[in-house]
């Protein structure tokens, strides 16, 4: 990285500045609570319409911003500006997830690369399509579909322009393919890279869209009026910025990269740099299931710990059915806090996490459940967690508490371990993720932190993504191993990997019958549950009574288990018991050299 390059502010090589490769999209559905209200009520389109969580209005439609009903509005003065006010309760966020996740639907059949941003976001790379388009269309003659930020100077040397145009047609087509699906209007934002898409998207609203080319980015860049602008710039760096007099882009396109090394690290500054110019080279990470699934609830103040203790109960209530949506055990839990902090000019969260058991979930025809006694062990944990981050020996006074399943049960070891064939849940998930291939290398932008506040905000924030499994001999090696009932035949454990590869819809049905076929499977839990604050894992030491099974954690399947020759189980038992000396740390290349006699040897290494 070149830094006088910076400071004169053109861009350096990895940030592509003669060349600009790729074509990206950003797609955000107008006023979307509101309209997912309107259809389901089509009464309320021709009325200016609110949707209210707590005090707030969290968004309005457009009849209603016509008055001057702006989104996080308190109820009160937007009833005040516009009496006729329509209000709903936003309060359930499930029918706006499933919206959502039709729209993420709808994205996924241009069969490129789709990145969910929060609820009614999505990034698109169209960089393939728009190449193969450019070899079959006229290219020269092409028309931009929509606004374009800014006309041309000259043509960029790269071809950029055209490309881009061609990615403005196809983001046309998307957008009209999402109203036609699913009755949704949506802007757009057309770009070379993400943080141009996103950042123009709103500049023609509702339902239009805006190309911009990259020689406009930094006279783009410099018209935002606040650092904050810019995703990825969070609350605490905004602080730091602001602390230094830079408070516009502007401000920080033309202050000496020295200056912001002295108070960032070098690459932080570089990348600061880079941003305000309108340059970023993150790619478009395909989506799968979010790392982790929270909620928060924010109020002016709370300062009694049965109070707090209510609200974590209330949360944990509604996280719970999130959870059960997605499927997946959790097996850490964290807890948030804001404390009440005036002198800081914005808010400031503390965490704490720490795992918890498995067993604490169980599958009951299918469906993740919680016991009574389950719940009542997660808000023990809850408020442990909450005693480790609150001194109650003096006062306080809190303006948020958060809850977030952070981790879920995954295949533990590494991919070859046999321990993924035995897990009866995560080879469920292992078949739904089959479709996901990102590129878990590079680090993604993080545009969440653009998001504003609000009362009650669901982190659904994506990322992770499990690596596609590739057992197919294995599976076909187990299933023949085990003893079926007829039923089970479509468990995927007993499906070539051919048949593992299907639709997303036959998927659903796979995982819901192997939930079926676990749910019979699992014997009752002897052990409590219990749950571990420090760092090392207990799902590792989460034992199931009884049988030929004993000392087996609690998800393998024991008739898998069973199946196994008994050198095989032998050697299971002692990784289990002693999992840091595993065979299971091995990786597939270090297989082929496995000691004979070892379970090793009855697999074929991964290539
Ligand atoms: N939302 C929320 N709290 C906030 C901001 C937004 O609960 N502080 C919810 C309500 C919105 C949805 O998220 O409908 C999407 O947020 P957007 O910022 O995209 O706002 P809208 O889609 O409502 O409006 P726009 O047409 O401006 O995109
Ligand atoms: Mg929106
Ligand atoms: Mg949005």
């Given amino acids: ?98 919206a959502s996740n039709k729209v993420f639907e709808v994205l996924q059949t241009w069969k490129c690369q789709v990145e969910k941003l929060g609820m009614d976001e999505n ?18 003659n092409v028309a931009l579909s929509g606004h374009l930020y800014k006309e041309p100077g000259i043509e960029c040397l790269c071809g950029c322009h055209i490309r ?93 990269l020295e200056v912001l090394k002295k108070n960032f690290s070098s690459d932080m500054a570089v990348r600061l740099k880079h941003l305000s110019l309108g340059e970023d080279n993150t790619p478009v990470k395909q989506t799968g299931k979010p790392q982790s699934i929270g909620l928060e609830d924010s109020f002016k103040t709370v300062s009694l710990k049965s109070e707090v203790e209510d609200k974590f109960s209330a949360l944990l209530q509604r996280l719970l059915v999130l959870v059960r949506e997605d499927g997946r055990i959790p097996v850490s839990l964290r807890v948030t806090l804001r404390k009440k902090d005036a002198k800081r000019l914005s808010s400031h969260r503390e965490s704490r996490q720490c795992q918890i058991s498995s067993s604490i979930f ?34 306080f006074h809190l303006t948020l508490v958060g809850l977030a399943f952070t981790k ?34 590079a680090t993604s932008m993080d545009y969440s932190a653009a998001s504003p506040s609000s009362s009650t905000t669901t982190d659904l924030s994506d990322g992770e993504v499990e690596p596609s499994p590739k057992k197919p001999k294995k599976v076909n090696w187990i299933a023949k191993k085990r003893c079926l009932s007829k039923e089970d035949v479509a468990s995927p454990s007993k499906l070539k990997v051919g048949e593992l590869r299907l639709n997303s819809k036959e998927l659903e049905k796979v995982s819901e019958l192997r939930l079926n076929s676990r749910d019979r499977s699992l014997t009752p839990r002897a052990s409590p549950a219990k749950d571990n604050l420090s760092d090392t894992s207990d799902t590792m030491k989460d034992v199931a009574e009884g049988g030929n099974c004993e000392g087996c954690p609690s998800y393998v399947d024991k008739e898998v288990f069973s199946a196994l020759p008994g050198n095989m189980q032998q050697e299971l038992k002692a990784m289990w018991k002693n999992p840091s000396s595993s065979v299971t740390r091995t990786s597939p290349r270090t297989m082929n050299k496995a000691k004979p006699n070892t379970l090793l040897k009855y697999f074929v290494p991964h290539k």
């Fill in 1 to 98: 990285m070149d830094d006088r390059n910076m400071e004169t502010g053109s861009s350096a090589s990895n940030y592509g500045d003669n060349e600009h490769p790729k074509s990206i999209i950003h797609i955000d559905i107008d006023c979307f609570y509101a309209q997912v209200e309107m259809l389901r009520n089509p009464e309320l389109r021709s009325v200016p319409l609110g949707v209210q969580q707590k005090n707030i209005v969290v968004t309005s439609n457009y009849e209603a911003r016509k008055y001057g009903v702006q989104k996080c509005m308190l109820v009160t003065d937007a009833m005040k500006i516009c009496p006729s006010l329509k209000l709903v309760n936003g309060e359930d966020l499930h029918n706006y997830r499933t």
């Fill in 123 to 140: 990034f698109i790379d169209v960089t393939k399509l728009v190449l193969e388009r450019s070899k079959s269309a006229d290219v020269k």
């Fill in 408 to 441: 879920f049960q995954e295949r533990m070891t590494g991919r070859s371990s046999i321990v993924n064939y035995l897990m009866n849940d995560i080879s469920v998930q292992s078949v739904l993720n089959l479709q996901n291939d990102c590129d878990t290398s």
């Fill in 362 to 395: 169980t599958i009951s025809n299918g469906i993740l459940t919680v016991t009574e006694a389950g719940q009542q062990k997660l808000m023990t944990i809850i408020m442990r967690l909450f005693n480790k981050l609150i001194d109650l020996s003096k006062p």
């Fill in 164 to 256: 881009l145009k061609i990615a403005s047609q196809i983001a046309n087509e998307i957008r009209q393919k999402i109203y036609d699906e699913l009755g949704l209007t949506t802007c757009a934002g057309v770009a070379h890279n993400k943080l141009l898409a996103k950042l123009i998207c709103p500049l023609h609203k509702p339902n239009d869209q805006t190309t911009i080319f990259p020689d406009h980015g930094a006279d783009f860049m410099s018209t935002l009026q606040s650092v904050r602008s810019i995703p990825s710039i969070g609350s605490k760096t905004t602080e730091t910025l602001i602390s230094h007099q830079i408070i516009t882009v502007k401000d920080l396109q033309e202050v000496a």
